[in-house]
């Protein structure tokens, strides 16, 4: 599929300042607002400190700005012929996890190259956007449900989820089949496909109790149903949460006054648990206005999906939407109980050079989507490599 240097209704703007001056500014500031939060929290659970945390946050974050306005700037057609190698890629990246992953917190999920840390489970999501975006392009509505297209779908997410289930790692997992899933209902899904499919999961799921489901992840079902059974060991983590959240009241404890945090008795506090922290800290005032801020995320995402003239464009902000509001659902729920603990971090506010630089990608994407709104991309390009 050829590419021209021309976009837009007039064909204007063509060039990288024009490009830029066309960008959602309102969007990339709401992303660094939300950023700034995760540096002061970091900060404040370091005793006050930019080390450890909060000095390489912020590093990764001016190296992941420019990445993610550098996608922006390129043509969104590019982003549909990448779709599949970047996919392939990060599956391989998966399969490389089993053999020379190194183990975390019983878990294989990372890559070393170099001195980088690379979690190909987190590159995956925004693989998995960009392949699914590009499949289901060239698939008319009508014929998303069809048993050959719907099977070809669900293949795509069915594979990288199961290596991310063998790692284990279940959290991403479930944002890989709950997103990808989520794209397809959007394509055009049937609600007669929907509905029996949800009885089939939910009959199976006394058989993935038993026999998918690892030890480690069953206990932290049994803890979510009754954390004060053992509220020193299993239960210890979600109790110290809602000690916390529940101390915070409703304007909080003060910048770095927060006791759960700062005597350490909270876990995981600069990356599951940063939720809680803000809440210790700053109260249901601040969880709110950082809810705001997420609010106006997804909403300008939103609009970007809704503005936008290609399918494979709207398939690739609402994915990169649905997939920020999953992360910000289960951290969220987690860090209050309301789930088990399944790993998860709060998007661009946790401690993580991986899970950062990919949300900022994906939010390149959006961009580069919103910048090249008026590109019309032929169905028939899908079938293309």
Known sequence: MPLNDSYGPTGRETRLLGKLRSLNWTL???????????????????????????????????????????????????????AYPIYGISLLLLVAVEFVGRMGKGAERWIDVGPLQLQPSELMKIALILALARFLHGVLVDDVSRPTRLFMAVLLIALPAGLVLIQPNLGTALILIVGGCGLIFLAGLSWKIILPVVALIVAAVPVGWEFVLKDYQKQRVYTFLDPDSDPLGAGYNITQSKIALGSGGLFGKGF????????????????????????????????????????????QGVQVALDTRSQFGRLVAMGVCLNFLLYILINTSMSMGLIPVVGIPLPLVSYGGTALLTVLFGFGLLLSVQVHRAVDIPRSAAALI
């Open 28 to 82: 990339v500031g709401l992303i660094t607002a939300v950023c700034c939060i995760g540096f002061g929290l970091l900060y404040s659970v370091a005793g006050m400190s930019l080390e450890p945390w909060a000095d390489r946050q912020m590093l990764r974050f001016a190296v992941g700005v420019m990445i993610m306005i550098g996608i922006a700037v390129v043509d969104v057609r590019w982003w549909f012929q990448l």
């Open 256 to 299: 770095g006054e927060g006791t759960q945090s700062r005597l350490n008795f909270l876990p995981e506090k600069q990356t599951d648990f940063i939720f809680t922290v803000l809440g210790e800290e700053f109260g249901l005032f601040g969880l709110l206005i950082l809810m705001g801020l997420f609010t106006a995320i997804l909403y």
